[in-house]
């Protein structure tokens, strides 16, 4: 398995609150993303990291910020949380034209 | 706007028969596919892969089949067994390049059934 953990593994939150998921990875990948999985929609990009303190946006980052202080940890941040980010988030690293995830991150906003 | 998109939500077949998954996908600068597979509770685990330079790609009881004419892939399993009863996704990305970042669009997922 790739080195990937993702903390925590399920949240509960209430609507407004920040909450933020962390990716810590031990392959020295350059490439991390954050995704989030909801039903008929597959898995979705919300940023991604080329690198320490490089990020970008995916294709539904609105609500979401990163940041990516040492190669190793990628966080993802819900700035006020809503209902409509109740989703399980996986976080990925990309190496040899593959992408290995996390186990995942079970975010529920009431 | 979906650009990689899987019309079947589902699927069932019995043990030992084949089982095929579809994708269909409209942006003709994709030129690398995935699959991965997804138990619940877990991450996607990548399957198998293909190059738009091939129409091929075989592992094991995995073959992937890419119809670039018609922007369409299909993931083949031969034979079908119980424990392959998951959730797939295909996913499509700018390739391996330089320039690629990795970054990866998926489809909807099929849900696989595979009976005893």
């Known amino acids: 398995d790739a080195g990937i953990t993702q903390s925590p593994r399920h949240k509960v939150t209430e609507t407004g609150t920040p909450v933020t998921l962390r990716c810590h990875q031990t392959?020295?990948?350059?490439?991390m993303y954050w995704y989030r999985q909801d039903p008929g929609h597959g898995l979705r990009l919300i940023h991604y990291?080329?690198?320490?303190?490089?990020?970008d946006k995916g294709e539904v980052s609105d609500g979401y910020s990163v940041s990516r202080s040492k190669t190793e940890d990628f966080l993802l941040t819900l700035e006020s949380a809503t209902s409509s980010q109740t989703s399980v988030y996986f976080c990925?690293?990309?190496?040899?034209?593959?992408?290995?995830f996390g186990q995942g991150t079970r975010l529920t906003v009431v | 706007d979906q650009q990689v998109k899987q019309n079947s939500p589902s699927l069932s077949v019995q043990e030992g028969r084949i089982s095929i998954l579809n994708c269909d996908y409209t942006?003709?600068?994709?030129?690398?596919f995935l699959w991965y597979k997804k138990y619940p509770a877990e991450g996607p685990t990548f399957l198998i892969s293909?190059?738009?330079?091939?129409d091929k790609n075989e592992d094991g009881r995995f073959t992937v089949f890419l119809n670039k004419s018609a922007k369409h892939l299909s993931l083949h399993i031969v034979p079908s067994q119980p424990g392959d009863s998951a959730v797939y996704f295909c996913?499509?990305?700018?390739?391996?390049?330089?320039?690629?970042?990795?970054?990866?669009?998926f489809g909807q997922g099929t849900t696989l059934q595979v009976k005893p």
């Open positions: 996913a499509a990305s700018g390739g391996l390049g330089s320039s690629n970042t990795g970054k990866l669009i």
């Open positions: 990925a690293i990309s190496g040899g034209g593959q992408a290995f």
């Open positions: 990291s080329y690198g320490v303190k490089d990020t």
């Open positions: 392959e020295n990948h350059r490439y």
């Open positions: 942006n003709s600068m994709f030129d690398y």
């Open positions: 293909i190059s738009s330079i091939k």
